[in-house]
């Protein structure tokens, strides 16, 4: 299948720097540019910069009674609050305060990857997290975080709840408890991906069958969905690992 | 005794076949039901298989959540939030099946190696 033309890559290689599907994978030849101004790290740039843009202007009054942009981003990040306090302890029963931890990480998460997704519904975008190197570097962060506030939380104790319940069975479950843990990685970043990439192949071939009949609409909107789904299920997972992480044994 | 003569007449004709296969062995590998053929029907079976499961799944999640809200109306909201959960992660399974067809199909690991042994 051949690559997708992509807008913004055009509008680069015309101030000469190689940017693009072409350039990248010919990248030992046109050097670290190429790999800096790849097609997904051009649009992740580009959703980075909508949302800081949207953050200095919403950010700039603090009226009493907000409109506009400052309602709205009351309105996100008050439910991202919500939403992270449900799943997380917060401080009750004596049990650790993880939200102030964990909350400014949880929007990055929620804002970048639905911007991402929804980006490759508009024509001549592509989503950055349609490519395995972005999802697995959002992965990673979630799985070293959880580790660090598990040992953060209770020492050296956290490397004892690998063993299980029961001191009997402490051969069978650690092997399970590792591998289990090792899955978690590849199933947060392969389960973005696929969903993202198989959207987009959906719609390339469906464009180059039936392209004049609008036919990639249907699939358009299921990648809605799939876009709002598939942040939920990220963010989600991530809040119950870091739960899980601090909570002690079984 | 006709057992015996179909089984005969069909054990030589294999063992001629298998005869001449030898001879053009790298052009059969690529054109005949060979290593490309191979590849193309495991990653087409595999999202097939992965499917079939999946749908089951989801139908037993989608047929919890009817019932539930059947039961009980004003947990509506929960409910579809958990089946939406509960369907993103079956989902995934065969989103993995998918993933390793694509592996197959466009970053075959194998296919340098085989290609040159092939010597295409």
Redesign the interface.
Same mark, same amino acid.
């Given at each position: 299948m051949e690559h997708p033309i992509l807008f913004l890559c055009l509008i680069l290689q015309k101030f000469g720097i190689p940017s693009g599907h072409f350039y990248y994978e010919h990248a030992d030849k046109y050097g670290i540019l190429a790999q800096v101004f790849a097609p997904h790290m051009v649009y992740s740039y580009f959703v980075c910069l909508v949302l800081i843009i949207l953050a200095v202007i919403g950010a700039r009054k603090k009226e009493f009674i907000p409109k506009g942009i400052q309602n709205f981003w009351e309105y996100t990040l008050e439910e991202i609050y919500n939403f992270t306090k449900e799943n997380v302890p917060h401080g009750e029963h004596g049990r650790p305060n993880l939200v102030p931890l964990v909350y400014p990480l949880i929007v990055m998460f929620t804002l970048y990857i639905l911007f991402c997704n929804l980006l490759g519904l508009v024509p001549g975008c592509t989503s950055p997290t349609a490519n395995l190197n972005v999802t697995l570097g959002l992965t990673l962060i979630t799985i070293v975080y959880y580790h660090f506030l598990g040992l953060r939380f209770q020492g050296l104790r956290y490397f004892k709840t690998f063993l299980g319940p029961i001191p009997w069975l402490a051969p069978l479950m650690l092997p399970a408890e590792i591998f289990s843990h090792i899955g978690r990685i590849i199933?947060l970043s392969?389960?973005l991906?696929?969903?993202l990439?198989?959207k987009e192949?959906l719609l390339g071939i469906l464009t180059m069958l039936a392209g004049k009949f609008f036919a990639p609409l249907p699939i358009m909107l299921l990648g809605l969905l799939v876009s709002a789904?598939?942040t939920?299920?990220f963010v989600?997972l991530s809040l119950a690992y870091f739960a899980g992480a601090v909570e002690e044994g079984h | 005794m006709k057992k015996s003569v179909v089984l005969s007449v069909f054990t030589l004709l294999v063992a001629a076949a298998s005869a001449f296969a030898a001879e053009p062995g790298a052009a059969k590998m690529v054109t005949g039901f060979g290593f490309f053929a191979a590849i193309v029907l495991a990653s087409g079976l595999g999202v097939g298989l992965g499917a079939l499961g999946c749908g089951i799944g989801m139908g037993h999640a989608t047929r919890g959540a009817c019932e539930g809200i059947a039961r009980n109306p004003e947990l509506a909201g929960k409910l579809t939030v958990t089946m939406?959960?509960g369907i993103? /992660?079956i989902?995934?399974l065969t989103?993995?099946a998918?993933?390793v067809a /694509?592996i197959l199909l466009y970053a075959n690991p194998v296919l340098p190696k085989v290609i040159k042994l092939l010597g295409l």
């Open positions: 199933s392969v389960r991906f696929g969903n990439i198989s192949l789904i598939q939920l299920i989600l | 939406i959960l993103a /992660l989902e995934s989103i993995y998918l993933v /694509l």
